[in-house]
């Protein structure tokens, strides 16, 4: 019932700094999947919907922020599977950009306080403790059923690569691909790039979900001020990758793991010959609360 025909496919992405050091690196285009069910997004909601739909659900609830790209495809998943959506917003009242799509989608908006939003089992029984028909689904869709969902993705791949990246909000992501990868029994070494400021505690977010012993890499240094900040070196490396490659990426999350990902090839991290992919985790709309970092020059 809940499924998506998948198109993601694999581009390979061409540097001169790949090129001197014998690295050939892809990026496997997650992105694509949908719209607005993107990247991640898509396969952390799959199972998610399953269960709601297996235990007689039809209301999504969910969290995130004003420019949540979490919320955005729950809105529109929801809509595609003609389900219902409420979306607890964290902060003051406001309208933006995907606020307006989540509405569009049919997905109606309680804004909270930051305090208040911390604990969000007790505002979902605040709210819908008495819908029988309501489900909580976590900020970000963490749970073990998203686990499962982006587990699927390693299956998909077309070789074996040497290394694989990618960027860490919730660390389910990056479980689910740990998990895919000792399924089926690939030896590539996988990186995680938190995006948050400290990132140490991601390990634990990550290890979490996981039911094995896992050697990965954990690239703490690639956070740029913390979640959703941003400095003048990491937008200057987005316009340059975007204008490019002709593949749009946002500050947030993939924009930050490829940074990292050439910043490693500079200083020598990985053999020459190495394939390395990295994972275009979707998430563009994220650009929609930061088009004010970006300086354009003006031609008179």
């Known amino acids: 019932m809940f499924d998506l025909e998948i198109f993601s496919p694999v581009h390979q992405w061409h540097h001169p700094e790949f090129a001197k050091q014998g690295l050939h690196v892809f990026i496997k285009r997650d992105d694509l999947?949908?719209?607005?069910?993107?990247?991640?997004?898509?396969?952390?909601?799959k199972y998610i919907l399953q269960k709601a739909y297996q235990e007689g659900?039809?209301?999504?609830?969910?969290?995130?922020?004003?420019?949540?790209?979490h919320l955005l495809a729950t809105a529109a998943a929801a809509a595609r599977f003609g389900?219902?959506?409420?979306?607890?917003?964290?902060?003051?009242?406001?309208?933006?950009?995907?606020?307006?799509?989540?509405?569009?989608?049919?997905?109606?908006?309680?804004?909270?306080?930051r305090e208040s939003y911390r604990d969000k089992p007790a505002l979902f029984d605040k709210f819908f403790g008495q819908d029988?028909?309501?489900?909580?689904?976590?900020?970000?869709?963490?749970?073990?059923?998203?686990?499962?969902?982006?587990?699927?993705?390693?299956?998909?791949l077309p070789i074996m690569y040497d290394h694989l990246f990618c960027a860490c909000g919730t660390g389910t992501t990056a479980a689910g691909i740990i998990t895919g990868l000792h399924e089926n029994r690939n030896q590539t070494q996988f990186h995680a790039i938190p995006v948050f400021k400290n990132g140490e505690f991601m390990r634990a977010e990550i290890d979490r979900y996981l039911n094995i012993k896992a050697n990965y890499e954990l690239h703490k240094e690639y956070h740029f001020g913390?979640?959703?900040?941003?400095?003048?070196l990491l937008t200057h490396f987005i316009k340059n990758f975007v204008g490019s490659t002709g593949i749009l990426i946002e500050p947030i999350y993939t924009g930050k793991m490829l940074f990292a990902l050439l910043d490693l090839a500079k200083q020598g991290h990985f053999k020459a010959g190495s394939n390395i992919l990295a994972i275009h985790s979707g998430g563009l709309f994220g650009l929609l609360g930061m088009k004010d970092k970006f300086n354009f020059e003006r031609i008179s």
């Open 226 to 232: 913390g979640y959703a900040k941003t400095t003048p």
């Open 57 to 69: 659900k039809n209301h999504l609830v969910t969290f995130g922020g004003a420019y949540s790209n």
């Open 33 to 45: 999947i949908h719209p607005l069910i993107s990247g991640n997004k898509w396969r952390k909601l």
């Open 132 to 156: 029988p028909n309501a489900y909580f689904i976590d900020e970000g869709g963490a749970s073990a059923e998203a686990v499962t969902g982006c587990a699927e993705m390693v299956a998909e």
């Open 83 to 113: 389900l219902r959506s409420t979306g607890i917003v964290r902060g003051e009242e406001v309208n933006n950009d995907t606020l307006f799509l989540c509405r569009m989608h049919g997905m109606k908006l309680i804004f909270t306080d």
